[in-house]
């Protein structure tokens, strides 16, 4: 059931976007929109986990330089049938951790130095296994394809009050509608975001 939740707030998300492609172009915008969402989501495919990972000022440790974080990454990665990711820590003391890439094969568990301040074995295992159903289930590929599409459509919202707004009605949404479409398209689209990330979030926590 979360997955066809999913697949239907995706298919939602990319629908909004074609859609505010058509309102500003015609047909050739909503085929411009598909073009844009594509090498959007083929970019972020090759290079979102590096990109995060450098936001976020995180750093590679392995065995020897933090033994018991990468140990007890490859206990859990072991057990779920998964191979052995990537491990990375970040210099934050607020207690946080997220998981990258986009695929098993491909995948990095990032985690701060507050969180492994604040909790003990049992506590931070729970933690990093949440993280490996994401990856598990593929979410840290999916929530990257929605944020890019996402992002798109507000850049197209913001392309529609400079582009859409000197076309007449039947044409284009016109001064009132570029203005409303500037607005409503972000917010629709992070709504769907937000919804298809607390579905992963229950199908993760579901393993």
């Known amino acids: 059931m979360n997955y066809l939740r999913t697949a239907i707030l995706l298919a939602g998300l990319t629908a909004l976007f074609m859609g505010v492609g058509y309102l500003i172009g015609g047909a050739a915008g909503a085929t411009i929109a598909l073009l844009i969402a594509a090498a959007t989501n083929l970019f972020a495919y090759w290079n979102s986990d590096r990109m995060v990972l450098s936001m976020y000022g995180a750093h590679e440790v392995d065995a020897r330089s933090a033994p018991e974080l990468v140990s007890l990454v490859a206990t859990l990665a072991g057990r779920a049938g998964l191979p052995m990711p990537r491990v990375f820590l970040m210099d934050n003391p607020q207690p946080n951790a997220f998981a990258t890439g986009r695929n098993p094969e491909n995948a990095a568990v990032a985690v701060t130095t507050g969180l492994m301040q604040s909790l003990n074995r049992e506590e931070l295992a729970g933690v990093i296994a949440h993280e490996l159903a994401h990856i598990k289930n593929h979410d840290t590929l999916l929530m990257t394809i929605t944020a890019s599409i996402a992002g798109a ?37 992070m709504l769907v975001q937000m919804a298809i990330s607390r579905t992963r979030e229950y199908a993760a926590d579901d393993l």
């Open 153 to 189: 459509i507000s850049m197209l919202g913001q392309f529609g009050m400079f582009f859409g707004g000197n076309r007449d009605n039947n044409h284009g949404p016109g001064i009132i509608g570029s203005i409303a479409m500037m607005i409503l398209a972000p917010l629709g689209a």
